[in-house]
């Protein structure tokens, strides 16, 4: 059943079906915390290429929303998030599957603004979108039943602005010729999302020793 907060769509478990996405989503989960195997997953928010923001919310053990999976593992839907590695390997441990089609603007940040070490939402918001980004409810409850309007909030602003940083990042990117390279690491990232799933995050199989 949808719960209007403003104009963000508020949903438990899953989509329902009559909503469907083309093109592009933006994406951003949050958890109980910041270890993927044991800390679960509470939200999955979206974003659609008009900057509508959707909001699942996940009761404890209530992972079977068929209708997100689906949208998740469409080829044709590019998914936006913003440090994808995270997101990617808590949709992997609590809903038992891989999306497909991915874009992490962290990673392409990384290759196009070799000019700064400043990587964050809240960095690329400002520096690219002249956007001021609050984080105040980043360490919140996200496990309660009743989210405050501040969480939905801040739910939501993860994800409506992460179209337009794609938008000025990928502009770098071909200016700087580095589209194939970009290419390689978005399609590396579910690989990687494995490795930290089997506990090896710091390990570097590509290192000599
Ligand atoms: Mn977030």
Not at 13 to 40: C, H, Q, V, Y
Not at 168 to 189: P, S, T, V, W
Request: net charge positive; hydrophobic share 35%; with cysteine.
């Amino acid at each position: 059943m949808a719960q209007k907060v403003k104009n963000i769509k508020l949903y438990k478990n899953d989509l329902p079906l009559n909503i469907k996405f083309k093109g592009s989503i933006a994406i951003d989960t949050e958890t109980m915390g910041l270890n993927i195997n044991s800390d679960r997953l509470c939200l999955i928010q979206i974003s659609d290429e008009e900057g509508n923001p959707y909001i699942v919310q996940f009761q404890k053990n209530c992972y079977d929303a068929p209708n997100l999976k689906k949208i998740l593992k469409d080829e044709n839907i590019l998914k936006i998030f913003h440090y994808a590695r995270f997101d990617i390997a808590v949709i992997k441990k609590n809903l038992g599957i891989m999306c497909k089609s991915i874009y992490c603007t962290k990673i392409a940040s990384k290759l196009a603004r070799t000019f700064t070490d400043r990587h964050g939402l809240k960095d690329l918001c400002r520096d690219l979108l002249k956007v001021d980004l609050n984080k105040q409810s980043q360490t919140s409850d996200w496990g309660s039943d009743n989210l405050s309007s501040n969480q939905l909030e801040y739910a939501a602003n993860d994800v409506i602005y992460l179209h337009e940083i794609k938008n000025k990042l990928d502009k770098m990117i071909k200016r700087e010729g580095k589209q194939n390279l970009a290419k390689a690491c978005f399609e590396y990232l579910p690989t990687k999302a494995e490795f930290d799933l089997l506990g090896w995050h710091d390990k570097d199989i590509f290192q000599h020793s």
